[in-house]
């Protein structure tokens, strides 16, 4: 059986594939199964202990025994076992043994990622439970599993996932290399692992993406990408991303498409606005006032009659407040992190104005920009996008409303610049379908 | 890949506004614009149509490469050098127009210098990356552009003041002969073939004329809007009294719903993203093709050194560029225009058929040999 086997499902390292002896029986067993999916318990005590103790003849208790189905066909068979049976051969003819465990009421509920109506739970620290959240989730009989250890002495186990039909070859090779030639002492999160698996440290836009959601990964494996999970994380990484996917909340699956398109177009729109605006506010006021039409021109004027000082100033200053504010309330222990927000947020914003500071319209300028930056679906490009708009505002600060095209068309560049292992991060219209992979791995 | 044959001519097309196209057309309304107009359809359709057919003889190869194969020095060594300087040349005149639009309209009292220098840095930076990002750059540029464009010829057209009286006053001169400036001014819309030469190398599907030829069809309809409604909105004799007639049409356009009033910010945004856009093709392009040569007559190439070899290029080309932006003033950079139309648009046809000729000839007996 274990030979057939390896023609319809491709080698993993949790597949585990046994063959048991017992010197008071001829026969000998054989016995396959996904390491995460199945209970080890169960399996124990219903077929290896009764095998090697040999008291009661095996082929009659995978006779009597109902929780023993006979299997014809072997492709059924894998169909089975990858919902959680395991496979036993003995004397020619093959049973699925139900051994299934769901591990999903043991993993944490998701506390970065939240989606109102999709999956509630995370992947698990335990990577055993992670594995049999994702096994569950992408039940292929190609998805391939290879483990390693990360850190010299912490020994961190580190599983890396990938769909051997559709991921590109070289960028598991790639990935894999440096896996291994990872000489940290102590790996303690895929973060450290990001941060030692990109290529450059000034990169601007994370090349990865850092998920705990389960139908986020299985999205991302069968679109050909590659995903690491670590042993004490409750986040995967997935590799090989493009900028689009970081905009892609996972709630947008659970949509009709004009809603989930309407929310895309808006998390766009904000990220415009996050980016632009405080340069936008400062253009206007030192260079351009007529760019805007005349009665929001003066409005804008007579709400800063009264602040002392230019336009950038009052930006720098109510950035700032943001920025410490958003730090505050995320360091703060939980009790008192409302009382932060309420301190930052309603009696500084509205005093700041009422004494002259800043200009009301400031106000809700900022507010407009930490919200709208809010909106960003992933956190780590939530906080590269929190960083774009100062380059934007210095450049506006010297050369107005050019300054602040150019600082865009910068950007755009260095997006289109960008390769997340050789696959373009930022092409708008190209989105190249992953080839179905001729090469095998060997 | 026909996408990027179409960015590339749509944003050659829509850099005319720059390169004193439509001052050019408007200075000779009265003496055979109309006929210009038609000329320089027919013979920028026929010169793509030739340099499609000469292309896919070498699929999969860019200009240089099917240059280098045909084994004709005399051409490598005209040509190439004349083309580079009449790009260089048309990326000095778009970022020169750039800036007299920036201080006259946006910033009087701005830096120039500086303002430019600040454009040509991010140039540089876009134009030293490679080929497949250029093309990405590019993309995302023309796709954010078009859209603009159409509303900002959506929003002059139904300007009340758009007056039919003009454009007729002007139509009504339509059998008048054109001059050669007028004709070249009018193939610059058609002639956004010429900075394919690095783009067709996309392997996988050669260059088609079947799916080229409604580009020529849209940019004729483009440079006619281009031409009549300045006409249309600020009269048959108003018009040819500016250097860049659109800022000033499209300043006399208003959005009453808006939060910008003036249709001329949008505009200027609008100008500023085909001035960057069209100034890294080309200087990509340039770029290129100086660190190929360079690269030939070398014997031994370090791959640190190429990597470099780019920043030097752009180094020297943007500081030329610079300092000449900043030296010259409004007078001299058109009369710099014009002669550049006259040139590029010889060269132009020069080269298509010349490179035609030659590919036929050898293509057909590489074709043979191979046979036999």
Known sequence: MLDELKNLIVDSDDLIQNKLKNPTDPNELELAYLLPLCDLDKLNRFITVPFSRNSYSFSQLLESNPNFTKIEDLKEGVDLMLTGNALVSYKQKVYAFEAITWKHVDSPETKIENAIRGPQHAISEHPLYALNIIRNGYASTNLVVKKYDAGTVSKTNTYMLYDDRLADINIIKEIEKKLVSIEEEIVSSPIELELRLMNSKYRLFPNFLLTERVDRISKALQQGKVVIIMKGSQFALICNVNFFDFMHSAEDNYESFWISKLLITIRYIALLFTVTLPGLYIAILSYNPEFVRLQLAFNLVASRSVVPYPAFIEVFIMLFLIEILVEASLRVPRLIGPASTTVGGLILGSAIQQAGLVSSIMIIVTSLVAISNFVVPIYSMSLAIRFLKYPIIVLSIFFGLTGLFVGLFFYIAYLCQMRSYGVPYFNTFLQEKFKVKKEKLT | ?372
């Not at chain 2, 040139?343 to 043979?368: A, D, H, P, Q, R």
Request: some cysteine; proline content about 3%.
């Open chain 2, 1 to 372: 890949m026909n996408k990027y044959f179409y960015y590339n001519y749509f944003i050659v097309a829509f850099a005319n506004l720059l390169v004193f196209v439509p001052y050019v057309i408007i200075q000779h309304r009265y003496n055979g614009a109309a006929i210009a107009i038609g000329l320089g359809f027919i013979i920028g359709t026929i010169l793509l149509y030739l340099f499609i057919r000469a292309s896919q003889k070498f699929p999969g190869k860019d200009i240089m490469d099917i240059v280098e194969e045909t084994k004709q020095r005399w051409f490598f060594l005209i040509f190439i050098p004349l083309k580079t300087l009449v790009s260089i040349t048309s990326s000095l005149l778009v970022v020169g127009g750039y800036a007299i639009i920036v201080s006259r309209y946006l910033n009087p009292d701005g830096n120039l210098g500086a303002v430019i220098a600040l454009v040509l840095i991010a140039v540089g930076y876009a134009a030293t990356r490679n080929l497949l990002s250029v093309a990405y750059i590019l993309e995302f540029m023309v796709v954010v552009a078009i859209p603009l464009i159409l509303f900002i010829v959506f929003k002059t057209l139904m300007n009340p003041l758009f007056t039919f009286d003009s454009v007729r006053a002007v139509a009504n001169h339509y059998s008048h002969m054109p001059n050669l400036l007028t004709v070249a001014a009018a193939a610059f819309m058609f002639s956004g073939f010429g900075n394919l030469s690095l783009f067709i190398e996309k392997k996988d599907r050669p260059l088609k004329f079947r799916y080229c030829w409604p580009a020529p069809i849209l940019m004729l309809l483009l440079l006619i809007s281009t031409i009549l409604i300045p006409i249309g909105i600020l009269g048959s004799e108003t018009a040819a009294e500016y250097y860049f007639v659109w800022t000033v049409a499209s300043d006399a356009t208003q959005m009453p719903f808006g939060f910008i009033e003036r249709l001329m910010f949008l505009f200027i945004i609008v100008l500023l993203i085909i001035a960057v856009t069209y100034t890294v093709i080309v200087l990509n392009q340039v770029i290129n093709i100086c660190k190929r040569t360079i690269m030939s007559m070398r014997k031994n190439n370090s791959k640190e050194q190429s990597k470099y070899m780019a920043y030097y290029i752009y180094g020297i080309l943007g500081l030329t560029i610079l300092i000449l932006v900043i030296k010259t003033n409004d007078f001299q950079l058109e009369q710099l225009a014009m002669w550049y139309l006259v040139v590029s648009f010889i060269t132009e046809v020069c080269f298509t058929l010349i490179f035609y000729i030659i590919v036929m000839v050898k293509g057909n007996k590489t074709n043979e040999t191979k046979h036999t």
